[in-house]
């Protein structure tokens, strides 16, 4: 039985072939000939003014800080917010399945059109919250458009959405824990709080891994919010990297600009992944 | 055992090949689609029928993407070359050409051009240049300011679909309502934006005095893109770029600029003009009878939405500046894509669209100015065109001012519009200019 698979040792091999096939030509050979283009000159040549000229530009240095601020913010909320969220729709009661797809279906939405419809809730002029702000007898706040306020506005958009994809995940890491280690709690008298933080949570390793890393990388490449809602603005408050990469490549036509950026932008997520990786190992590990 | 190993390798192979298949699959498909159904790839002919692919800005049937059709159909009727025409929203169009165009690519013709970036469409290789097909007795069909503006570097890169030309457009039946009177004006006596400003401040007060309905007293069409609001700086004297087209600084952060976007923050800090409304959705509350004057061109008219009636003037000028009246021009290009394959076809749609039967058709339909000296003079000697038409011809005539003329207008753009935006939304207004000068100045470093 199932002979074949083990004599014939090139079948794995060949399964996944188109993949590998497909992730060379759409995702590495991009990012290696981003970087290439990085470092060309208009004559094809080595140069590092690209860099030097990216390093002089204030505007570079803003959307950096303005995307770690962003990040540093929501990765954790997206994080908290999305377990606290599996948590509930994995409690066992009749019809749970009915507020999990209401808790997943911002989701199904498009980023695009979730953007336009918080965009319009948001709106200073005639937006619903600022309606409601008006009849608890408070001002109008400029969501959208005062820098104190545009990159909050900008979490609470993406975060409406990407928690209920984050969910998911964990959800399915909740389901993975055997039942029996919380009866086993149970017997010995664990409370909620004490089963959540000395069994539920370091159960899920994998999964915080797998969200953490994955969510990091979502979060430092997202920039449509950014640029249906705020267009980068009020004073560069929303101007992230990847949508100053964007810009480059296609407002600007600066290609070399635009390669320089995403390149950095690669570097940085590759460091964070490899931290978050390297941290939750060695939390493993110590244990 | 043989039977399952004959089974897996088939699946194997099945699934292989399927992936190839869907890649060229789809790509055969998207070329079928992108270029219509009688060429595969762009303007080339097949058989008898010729196809040119046009790609342009304005969806929908209310867009240009509607109001072409009749005179697609009648390019077709006459000569037999299909148009297939693919729409895109206004910004998207700057993208999709920069894709296409950057990567070489032919399945398109034509493009619609925007002014401003003719000239960067052009040192960039991707536009076609014209005089091979234009004479020169064509060419002086259209007025010089029109012509030139597709010109760069000697060479005619693009041809003017027409002009444009801004207006002082207001609201009779709420200024009505508001029981305000427009006083007397004209081109030598105008209304001044100080005016207008304290004009729309009274309707307000007397339309919506807790500002719940939602009136705006007056605005700016294109609001926070240079195309429009640049006309207040330049009404104060200001320039728009320096001579080579490549700084900031001496131009903007200078006294005219300042004094203009000074004005424009207390008209909104006044509660005057509107906040949070960007160009796509702030003409609507004019379209809509919820605002009571507007600087707008002269296609607005034709835009209403209710059955308000509505009228213009001649554009504003700020007290003590009198002599310096500036209006904003420009408009959209024809211009052949530099792989295309059907370089002569394309040429042959874009002179009916801008000086044929096409142009007489779309001026029509559309009601811009036209950039075809017969069409201003016709305007100009004939007593049944409408006041705002003529408005416009003279506006075009005496006040208008070309748009910066630079091969790096995306960022020049993206600046202005972001400090014009800021200045909006509150920002300090000497801080704002400085932070643009800075801003152009690094991102057109490596361009010097």
């Given amino acids: 039985m199932g002979g074949i698979y083990i004599k014939n040792k090139w079948l794995p091999y060949l399964l996944v072939l188109p993949t590998i096939i497909m992730i060379c030509i759409f995702k590495i050979y991009p990012i290696i000939d981003s970087v290439i283009q990085g470092f060309a000159s208009t004559d094809s040549g080595f140069t590092l003014d690209n860099y030097k000229h990216l390093f002089a530009d204030k505007t570079f240095w803003n959307s950096l800080k303005v995307t770690l601020k962003f990040n540093i913010i929501i990765i954790p909320i997206q994080i908290i917010v999305s377990f606290i969220m599996a948590l509930f729709v994995n409690v066992k009661v009749r019809g749970i399945e009915i507020f999990r797809t209401i808790f997943y279906l911002p989701f199904c939405i498009s980023l695009t059109i979730s953007t336009v419809i918080w965009q319009m809730m948001l709106n200073v002029n005639n937006g619903v919250v600022n309606s409601m702000l008006g009849v608890l007898g408070l001002r109008p706040v400029g969501f959208l458009i005062d820098k104190k306020w545009a990159l909050l506005s900008i979490v609470l958009i993406s975060s409406w959405r990407g928690c209920a994809y984050w969910m998911m995940f964990i959800l399915a890491g909740l389901k993975g824990i055997d039942s029996a280690v919380y009866e086993s709690a149970k017997i010995d008298g664990s409370g909620f709080f004490n089963t959540l933080f000395r069994i539920t949570i370091p159960l899920l390793k994998n999964t915080w891994l797998f969200v953490l890393v994955a969510n990091t990388t979502a979060n430092f490449l997202l920039f449509a919010p950014m640029q249906i809602a705020t267009d980068g603005g009020p004073q560069g408050s929303t101007n992230v990297l990847m949508y100053e990469a964007y810009k480059s490549a296609f407002k600007y036509s600066n290609r070399p600009r635009q390669a320089c950026l995403v390149t950095i932008l690669l570097v940085i997520v590759m460091l964070v992944c490899f931290v978050q990786n390297k941290f939750m190992t060695e939390k493993e590990a110590n244990k | 055992m043989k039977l399952r190993k004959i089974m897996a390798l088939t699946l194997v192979t099945a699934m292989t090949a399927g992936m190839a298949l869907t890649g060229c699959g789809s790509s055969g498909n998207d070329s079928g689609n992108d270029s219509g159904s009688s060429s595969s790839d762009g303007g080339e002919s097949s058989g008898d029928s010729v196809t040119i692919k046009w790609i342009s800005q304005g969806t929908g049937e209310d867009g240009w993407e509607g109001i072409t059709k009749p005179i697609l159909e009648a390019y077709e009727e006459e000569t037999g070359v299909h148009i297939n025409a693919e729409f895109y929203t206004f910004n998207d169009l700057f993208e999709v050409i920069e894709t296409k165009s950057a990567a070489g690519n032919a399945d398109f013709d034509v493009m619609s051009v925007d002014v401003t970036y003719v000239s960067k469409y052009g040192s960039s ?324």
């Fill in chain 2, 125 to 448: 290789g991707y536009l076609e240049p014209l005089d091979q097909y234009f004479s020169d007795e064509e060419k002086a069909k259209w007025d010089d300011a029109s012509y030139q503006a597709g010109v760069w570097e000697d060479n005619m890169y693009a041809a003017p679909e027409n002009t444009s030309c801004q207006e002082l457009w207001y609201n009779k039946k709420l200024l009505d309502e508001a029981k305000i009177t427009l006083p007397e004006n004209d081109a030598d006596n105008r209304l001044t934006y100080e005016q207008v400003a304290e004009l729309a401040k009274q309707g307000l007060e007397k339309l919506d005095p807790d500002g719940s309905q939602g009136y705006i007293g007056f605005d700016f069409q294109q609001i926070s893109r240079v195309y429009q609001m640049n006309m207040l700086a330049n009404s104060m004297g200001g320039k728009n770029i320096s001579e080579d087209g490549y700084s900031l600084d001496g131009v903007v952060n200078t006294q005219p600029w300042i004094d203009a976007m000074t004005w424009y923050q207390k008209l909104v800090d006044d509660g005057i003009a509107s906040q949070g409304y960007d160009a796509d959705q702030l003409p609507e509350q004019f379209y809509a009878g919820k605002m009571l004057f507007m600087i707008g061109g002269t296609w607005t008219g034709t835009s209403m939405k209710c059955d308000d009636e509505i009228g213009s003037t001649y554009a504003p000028c700020f007290e003590g500046h009198e002599d310096e009246v500036a209006t904003s021009t420009g408009s959209w290009y024809f211009g052949i894509n530099s792989k295309s394959k059907n370089k002569d076809a394309a040429a042959d749609f874009i002179k009916y669209f801008t000086l044929g039967k096409g142009s007489d058709m779309w001026l029509e339909i559309n009601g811009d100015v036209p950039s075809r000296l017969d069409k201003q003079d016709e305007i100009a000697n004939n007593e049944d065109s409408s006041e705002t038409m003529k408005i416009a011809a003279y506006e075009a005539a005496n006040t208008a001012v070309p748009r910066a003329v630079t091969p790096v207008f995306g960022e020049y753009s993206t600046v202005l519009d972001q400090a014009w935006e800021d200045v909006r939304n509150g920002a300090d207004v000497e801080e704002s200019l400085n932070n643009a000068v800075e801003q152009f100045d690094a991102a057109v470093a490596a361009y010097k």
